[in-house]
């Protein structure tokens, strides 16, 4: 049966249901979001002379619910405009509309009481075959579907998204005793394909996956920071980027979440599962229960193992239970990881460290992986599924048994053995059989240790993409130190970049010039593209820095022009380019893809010329593309000054889209060229398709442009009086206006007397002249130094 979604309905519009529903409208959905009706009217409803049958006041919930989403950082939606896909109404006078949606999914409160009754509702306007899944975080689903119709319980399930709906990829599908293969195999390939997750089918256990382990990892946490001794600053230290976890690490997390839903998730699992060999972990210390007391539930609440009283952040002291300012955390075992720059390459070197650090990493990975393993075949049946729901649902760089596989198995079993914990048989079993590792690489293909099998098989469904971690070397072509081009395969070439967050430097320059010569002489076409956990941050700054100071001009000057040079030969070669953005894509970043024949962006790219913030302009062809796209619009009687000035304020503002779609807005992606796809796992591999399809429909090489509409002094007369304006507001600095007004040069093609029409090589050239002059600046230097050293822009 061929099943399509065009409609869905979302019940309950708390902070889950408006995220899901904003979700499915980032993708071209219709929802119908609703909510109950409000039993009684507020103060403000009342002096307007409402009543309760007043639509405004029946709508009153779902309708504020849904507009704080709208209005919530990070935003729950592309871009604001997909709003309008979504309807409100409330669960009394719209429930019959149901009739006509194709997925129904309740998200009301955690209470199986409530569940049930809804249900019931559902099913007087469902029709037959039409999805019915609960979004719960823990309530088993085989209770909900009790007394419900055949034909209900074989389209119903658990689907698990976790808050934020948009940024969190984990879609934990669990099934009833009753659904069918049909309805989960649609929804696993529905949430990889549309939805952009990780489709991971779970078991009905409490807490199902995710939050079994992750939930379990806290808590371990939780009881060791008090073992060792150790303040929270030090966990969170420990726990954060250094082993490819989130900068919020451990209790900044719980903060942001809130200690009542981890409470909650907790004393389900300590309730329910009363055979887990880890019991009584679950149990809640003492410094938590006081916390609860207290309602220091985190952000919402204002405080929680953090809190921060004007610009000054307090961390909690888990003894006295008082706030002190917080302190810097530093360790040796630490200082031995700084020069490996991958997390996965860490954790042997962590797990032997000789101070606090080294025991807390011992202690909890053996805990971790003693756990894990215990949880097969309980909660999954595949050790695989378990790190893929880390990673997607908590943002874990990588899962605990790949971690595992790097300390080494038999390693990891020692550990175990050492914190009195024990591992199953199967792991045992494993090594005996002379398997070494739970994954292994063949051929491009992942494949894990299979339990009943005895032997490794390969993970399903990684035909839809290319993960270039499994073909770096295998597919290997050239590499210098900043990057490394594969063989895709069908003629087409992929240009990774290596350097420290992907910047642009004089190695990946060179990378990108060897793979367009490459492409041209024995390829068809050629992928710029990493999954990193950014695209790239831009030019190497540090490189510029050091030529400026050293009074290097004439070598900067080359510096620049390479740079120009090379984004001009992704334009102008004679095979397809196409940049696959990802993450933040800044500054050179940013050029690069304006420059790429075509544009496949993951949706969370967030995108823009940035240069302002370190006292330059864009100087790799951004500045000269911004010129060229304004002339590309302006149109006959057009008030081309308007446009103009929007492509200048984009660059002037150093504004960043804060999704793909946004960067249409901007100018950077373009409609009719660029595409956008959800599931960043599978850009590269539809980055090669956009390719190939191109080299294929017969790829003529561009002829270079000599006819960008330039509007000289009219256009640089307004730009000097509204940088004169600002500065005279106060709204810029003297430094800020100089920068404007040699941005404004360049956009306006120079002081020429009339509207011409300039080369390309013009506009890079009084772009490349001005980026120079800014870099004699010692106000310039300044910000770049600030950068460099702290991590954000200086105002000076």
């Given amino acids: 049966m061929k099943r399509t979604i065009k409609k869905v309905a979302v019940i309950g519009s708390g902070i889950m249901g408006s995220g899901i529903a904003c979700h499915f409208a980032n993708i071209g959905v219709e929802v119908l979001l609703l909510d109950i009706v409000p039993n009684a009217l507020t103060d403000a409803e009342t002096k307007k002379g409402l009543t309760l049958d007043s639509k405004i006041v029946r709508n009153r919930l779902v309708n504020e619910h849904f507009q704080n989403a709208l209005k919530s950082k990070p935003s729950p939606i592309y871009h604001q405009k997909f709003a309008s896909r979504i ?44 999805l019915i899944t609960s979004n719960t975080s823990g309530i088993p689903i085989h209770f909900m579907s009790e007394g419900r ?24 599908i669990i099934p009833g005793p009753q659904t069918s293969t049909e309805v989960l195999d ?52 420990l726990t954060g980027p250094v082993i490819g976890r989130p900068k919020s690490a451990t209790f900044r997390t719980v903060d942001v979440v809130g200690l009542d839903t981890l409470v909650h998730v907790a004393n389900g699992i300590y309730e329910n599962c009363p055979n887990d060999e880890q019991h009584e972990l679950f149990k809640l210390p003492d410094f938590i229960n006081k916390m609860m007391e207290n309602k220091w539930l985190g952000s919402k609440t204002g405080q929680g193992f953090y809190k921060k009283e004007g610009r000054d952040i ?32 860490r954790f042997k070197v962590l797990v032997k460290g000789k101070d606090k650090a080294g025991e807390f990493y011992r202690r909890s990975f053996a805990a971790m992986f003693a756990y894990v393993s215990n949880r097969i075949p309980e909660i999954s049946d595949e050790l695989y599924k378990i790190d893929d729901a880390m990673k997607a649902g908590f943002g874990w760089e990588n899962g605990p048994f790949e971690i595992w596989d790097a300390i080494g198995v038999a390693n990891g079993i020692e550990m175990i053995k050492d914190e009195g914990l024990s591992s199953p048989a199967w792991v045992s079993e494993m090594l005996g059989a002379g398997i070494s590792s739970f994954y292994s690489v063949k051929e491009g293909a992942t494949y894990f240790y299979n339990i009943p099998n005895k032997t490794q098989i390969k993970v399903p469904g990684q035909d839809a993409f290319i993960i270039l971690n499994n073909i770096r070397e295998s597919k ?45 002489k024995e390829y068809q076409g050629l992928v710029i593209g990493n999954q990193g956990a950014n695209f790239s941050v831009g030019a190497n700054i540090g490189m510029i820095f050091m030529m400026a100071v050293e009074q290097e001009y004439e070598e900067l000057n080359m510096a620049i022009k390479m740079f120009q040079d090379t984004m001009m030969r992704v334009r102008y070669s ?9 993450g933040m894509t800044l500054g050179g970043g940013c050029e690069m893809s304006m420059h790429a024949d075509k544009v496949v962006a993951a949706a969370e790219t967030y995108i823009g010329l940035v240069e302002f913030g370190v006292g330059v302009i864009p100087g790799g062809g951004g500045s000269k593309e911004m010129a060229l796209r304004a002339s590309d619009l302006f149109r006959k009687n057009d008030v081309e000054l308007n446009v103009l000035q929007e492509y200048f304020l984009t660059v002037a503002m150093a504004k960043v889209s804060t999704s793909a779609h946004e960067a249409f807005d901007l100018g950077i992606l373009q409609h009719g060229k660029d595409v956008v796809v959800v599931n960043k796992d599978r850009q590269i591999a539809e980055a090669k398709k ?90 310039t230097l300044e910000r770049i130094q600030f950068m460099l050293t702290k991590g954000k822009p200086l105002r000076n």
């Fill in 87 to 130: 309807t409100t109404g409330n669960t009394t006078d719209d429930m019959a509309k149901i009739a006509n949606v194709d997925w129904i999914i309740e998200v009301v409160v955690e209470r199986l009481d409530i569940k049930k009754m809804v249900f019931e509702q559902i099913e007087k306007y469902r029709k037959p075959g039409t």
């Fill in 149 to 172: 119709s055949e034909d209900f319980q074989k389209h119903f399930c658990g689907t698990h998204f976790f808050n934020p709906a948009r940024y969190l990829k984990l879609f934990e």
């Fill in 186 to 237: 649609f929804l696993t390939i529905y949430g990889e394909k549309f939805l952009g997750k990780t489709s991971v089918v779970a078991k009905d256990t409490p807490a199902f996956i995710g939050n079994r382990i992750g939930i379990f990892g806290i808590q371990s946490l939780f009881h060791l920071v008090k073992e060792l001794g150790l303040t929270i600053e030090e966990v969170d230290k």
């Fill in 314 to 345: 307090l961390s909690l002291d888990l003894d006295t239970l008082e706030y002190r300012p917080a302190k810097k955390a530093s360790f040796a075992t630490l200082e031995l990881t700084k020069t490996i720059d991958k997390p996965i390459n």
């Fill in 476 to 520: 290997k072509v050239w590499s210098n130190s900043g990057a490394i081009i594969q063989d895709l395969g069908d003629g087409i070439l992929n240009l990774e970049f290596q350097s420290k967050m992907n910047t642009i430097g004089g190695d990946v320059l060179q990378a990108i010039n060897k793979a367009i010569d490459l492409s041209e």
């Fill in 574 to 582: 004679g095979i397809p380019v196409v940049v696959a953005p990802h």
């Fill in 690 to 779: 956009h390719a190939l399809l191109m080299a294929e429909a017969g790829y003529t090489q561009p002829i270079r442009r000599s006819d960008v509409k330039v509007l000289g002094k009219q256009a640089l007369g307004m730009f000097l009086v509204g940088t004169d304006q600002m500065e005279a507001g106060k709204y810029i600095s003297e430094h800020d206006k100089k920068i404007a007004n040699k941005l404004a040069y360049v956009m306006a093609g120079g002081d020429l007397s009339e509207p011409t029409l300039v080369s390309e090589q013009y506009l890079l050239d009084i772009e490349r002249e001005a980026f120079l002059s800014l870099c004699t600046e010692r106000k």
